[in-house]
């Protein structure tokens, strides 16, 4: 059974840094591009970054310049690093991706990470 857990949010203050961790355990055969979103309540879901299986990133402009998304396809991990933070970054952060085991491939999603930036 595959999962996918989000760690690494937290409290932080404005201009502070967090780094999320997205790991994925399991049967694993391959991760393909990996997501993270954000999640404020009552508005819609944001699309933060992406990292495809080679390596190839992109960005929101909210976060560009400020975001790394990363992976360690020998951990099975992505990070997120989140370096500047601004208020406005509070939010719940999630991964997903699609994963391929011996029987087939779906997307997953993580439980998700709270951020709050606060001074």
């Known amino acids: 059974q595959v999962q996918l857990v989000e760690s690494g949010g937290g409290l932080v203050q404005p201009g502070g840094s967090l780094r999320l961790s997205c790991a994925a355990s399991g049967s694993i055969a391959s991760i393909y591009a990996v997501n993270w979103y954000r999640q404020i309540p009552g508005k819609q879901r944001e699309l933060v970054a992406v990292?495809?299986?080679?390596?190839?990133?992109n960005y929101a402009d909210s976060v560009k310049g400020r975001f790394t998304i990363s992976r360690d396809n020998a951990k099975n991990t992505v990070y997120l690093q989140m370096n500047s933070l601004k208020y406005e970054d509070t939010a719940v952060y999630h991964c997903?991706?699609?994963?391929?085991?011996?029987?087939?491939?779906?997307?997953?999603w993580g439980q998700g990470t709270q951020v709050t930036v606060s001074s």
């Open positions: 997903n991706c699609r994963i391929s085991t011996a029987v087939g491939s779906q997307y997953y």
């Open positions: 990292i495809t299986s080679g390596g190839t990133t």
